[in-house]
């Protein structure tokens, strides 16, 4: 097997765990029903496996197991909470508030919501990446509907407070939804502390299967009403129909099962990980942490180089680790992270940016190869003279001890 970059790209995505995968096996196969079928065993046993799931993500953000709606991700997931409140309650008034720094996938459904009609307030976000939540009370309108804030940021890792956010909307009576794809697993969600009304979770970021995610919904205090964004037979009661897929059911239950039992224990081991990391990088001069040093996840670093171009950054870590840089490339355009110019950044700095993702199945001796490797290219690039090319410092690292 020829040697691979070491994968710390953990908040695009994350392996499948294997006790995760081999929880999943048997309903491919053996246990294959519809779980709408409840005339016969085949439907009952995956019906009983959906609803286990369904217990184990209710009692993670201590919600009911009728609170929770699956969907194919959480892109479907934040598409079905803005979306259809949006649309149920639109009578009531047409202002929803969210906040520059927010995943596509919440920020696309509101663009569009705002072609239809819909006022969209945009909130900044201070140097850290936080909301200030005296900008969020002065957005508040009496036509506000929905405020979307979400719960840790997948680029700059950067925990929101969740529940003083809660309080206010309850406060005013607005809807609260959070995007916690990065979150769920990896810290402490509770809806009912925190009045949370709607929560977007996915299982791929948590060593679960891609393609499965699930909306909590609240039923109580208030009773959330949404207009479903997929119509056919009225499966998971009539706010998103389609076939329940079992085996990705089963599969997302497990990965938050092993995250929440591991929780406490994985944030430290890397909570250290992260610090080790940026211990070695800050020797540098010029580099600089984006995000609040405490509030985000354990497993998030991003940097940004002062003195090196971006594009030669990356292409000089990409031999030796699998990492995501600040400038989102589409097929045809390179625009700067729009998360990193939320900060205040530079264009240069926020294209000059590294996103370390570390996860479950990194070492500290990955650590420290990751380490040396991006001091030296960021010193070649600085000065090309200083030393071999990082691409030839590669080979050294990596070869096996003998
Ligand atoms: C990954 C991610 C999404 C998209 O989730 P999918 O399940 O891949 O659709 C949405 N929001 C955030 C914050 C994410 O990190």
């Known amino acids: 097997m020829s040697i691979r970059p070491i994968y710390l790209d953990c908040h695009a995505t994350t392996p499948v765990d294997e006790r995760v995968l081999a929880a999943m096996l048997p309903y491919f196969t053996e246990h294959f029903g519809n779980p709408s079928s409840i005339s016969h065993i085949y439907g009952w046993e995956t019906e009983a496996a959906v609803k286990q799931t369904r217990e184990i993500l209710a009692a993670a953000i201590n919600a009911t197991p009728e609170e929770i709606v699956f969907t194919s991700g959480a892109t479907e997931a934040n598409n079905l909470a803005i979306k259809g409140v949006a649309e149920a309650y639109f009578k009531k008034g047409q202002h929803i508030i969210t906040v520059a720094t927010e995943h596509s996938a919440v920020i696309d459904p509101c663009n569009y919501l705002k072609s239809l009609g819909f006022e969209i307030t945009i909130l900044p976000v201070q140097k850290d990446g936080l909301i200030d939540l005296a900008e969020l009370k002065k957005a508040f309108r009496p036509e506000t509907i929905l405020v979307s804030v979400m719960a840790a940021n997948n680029e700059i890792g950067v925990l929101q407070p969740l529940a003083e956010i809660g309080e206010m909307c309850h406060e005013?009576?607005?809807?609260?939804?959070?995007?916690?794809?990065?979150?769920?697993?990896?810290?402490?969600?509770?809806?009912?502390?925190?009045?949370?009304?709607?929560?977007?979770?996915?299982?791929?970021?948590?060593?679960?299967?891609?393609?499965?995610?699930?909306?909590?919904?609240?039923?109580?205090?208030?009773?959330?009403?949404?207009?479903?964004?997929?119509?056919?037979?009225?499966?998971?009661?009539?706010?998103?129909?389609?076939?329940?897929?079992?085996?990705?059911?089963?599969?997302?239950?497990?990965?938050?099962?092993?995250?929440?039992?591991?929780?406490?224990?994985?944030?430290?081991?890397?909570?250290?990980?992260?610090?080790?990391?940026?211990?070695?990088?800050?020797?540098?001069?010029?580099?600089?942490?984006?995000?609040?040093?405490?509030?985000?996840?354990?497993?998030?670093?991003?940097?940004?180089?002062?003195?090196?171009?971006?594009?030669?950054?990356?292409?000089?870590?990409?031999?030796?680790?699998?990492?995501?840089?600040?400038?989102?490339?589409?097929?045809?355009?390179?625009?700067?992270?729009?998360?990193?110019?939320?900060?205040?950044?530079?264009?240069?700095?926020?294209?000059?940016?590294?996103?370390?993702?570390?996860?479950?199945?990194?070492t500290q001796e990955e650590i420290d190869i990751v380490a040396k490797h991006t001091i030296a290219t960021i010193q070649s690039l600085r000065n090309p003279s200083f030393m071999d090319s990082p691409v030839k410092k590669r080979q050294s690292d990596l070869a096996p001890a003998d």
């Open 172 to 362: 005013h009576n607005i809807i609260f939804h959070t995007d916690a794809a990065q979150a769920i697993g990896k810290i402490p969600l509770d809806v009912q502390a925190m009045k949370i009304d709607l929560m977007s979770l996915t299982a791929h970021k948590v060593y679960g299967p891609k393609g499965i995610g699930a909306l909590y919904v609240r039923r109580r205090n208030p009773r959330v009403q949404l207009a479903p964004q997929q119509h056919g037979g009225g499966h998971e009661r009539g706010m998103r129909s389609g076939t329940l897929y079992p085996p990705q059911i089963v599969g997302f239950g497990k990965a938050v099962e092993i995250a929440l039992a591991e929780q406490a224990t994985e944030t430290q081991r890397l909570t250290q990980l992260r610090q080790s990391l940026w211990e070695q990088l800050s020797q540098v001069e010029g580099i600089h942490l984006n995000g609040h040093p405490q509030e985000r996840l354990a497993g998030n670093l991003n940097i940004s180089v002062e003195g090196v171009d971006g594009a030669a950054l990356l292409l000089g870590l990409q031999p030796v680790m699998a990492v995501s840089s600040g400038s989102a490339c589409s097929s045809a355009t390179t625009a700067p992270s729009h998360v990193l110019t939320a900060l205040g950044h530079s264009e240069q700095l926020a294209y000059a940016s590294v996103r370390f993702g570390i996860g479950r199945f990194n």
